[in-house]
């Protein structure tokens, strides 16, 4: 079965810091791009960024560029979100997201919970 | 980018068929076949329910169908069940080499 499990939300001041983690399973990791999408309260999708299979492409929003890094590791099936100096807007719901062609999501995971707030 | 526009909510009863729009531009649904349409229940993640403008991932319902006309999309949904009542969200790839996200649709099975 195709599986993607994020942890590493929580609550966290602005200017902080936090690193979101993906653990993949099911499928030839390696192979595929993945996406971060996140959902702010009662909002809509909102994408984040993208790192193709073997992170020679890597793109952002243009509100998170400067603060957030992709990052992967093929060897251990895991996406990462590293996130800085973040902000209130930035409060939402991170997914996890394998990518088909053209940044198509066919698969999400469940999403992680992070809430920036003073 | 901005999003895609769809509208906030529409409606409709048990066997009926209803349609959402998806309005981008000609640097997103205008440019390119890949629009997707995604399904989300209340708490929990989206799911593919339409690529590609038209494909149906497998285990996707027959109902369920999409097209789109220059620099609209859209979702159809024949046959109206109670389990489809969620929200809807399009997508697009875009010339900036990125994904962009409709504002969603609410689904309410009267």
């Known amino acids: 079965e195709v599986q993607l499990v994020e942890s590493g939300g929580g609550l966290v001041k602005p200017g902080g810091s936090l690193r979101l983690s993906c653990a993949a399973s099911g499928f030839i990791f390696r192979s595929y791009s993945m996406n971060w999408v996140r959902q702010a309260p009662g909002k809509g999708l909102e994408w984040v960024s993208s790192i193709s299979s073997s992170s020679n492409y890597i793109y952002y929003t243009d509100s998170v560029k400067g603060r957030f890094t992709i990052s992967r590791d093929n060897a251990k099936n895991s996406l990462f979100l590293q996130m800085n100096n973040l902000r209130v807007e930035d409060t939402a719901v991170y997914y996890c997201?394998?990518?088909?062609?053209?940044?198509?999501?066919?698969?999400w995971g469940q999403g992680t919970t992070v809430t920036v707030s003073s | 980018q901005s999003a895609l526009t769809q509208p906030a909510s529409v409606s409709g009863s048990p066997g009926q068929s209803i349609t959402i729009s998806c309005t981008g531009t000609s640097s997103d649904v205008g440019n390119y076949n890949y629009v997707s349409w995604y399904q989300q229940h209340p708490g929990k993640a989206p799911k593919l329910m339409i690529y590609?403008?038209?494909n149906r991932p497998s285990g996707v319902p027959d109902r369920f169908s999409g097209s789109k006309s220059g620099n609209t999309a859209s979702l159809t949904i024949s046959g109206l069940q109670a389990e489809d009542e969620a929200d809807y969200y399009c997508?697009?790839?875009?010339?900036?080499?990125?994904?962009?996200f409709g504002g969603g649709t609410k689904l309410t099975v009267l």
């Open positions: 590609d403008v038209t």
């Open positions: 997201a394998r990518v088909q062609h053209h940044l198509l999501v066919d698969v």
């Open positions: 997508s697009s790839y875009t010339s900036s080499s990125t994904v962009v």
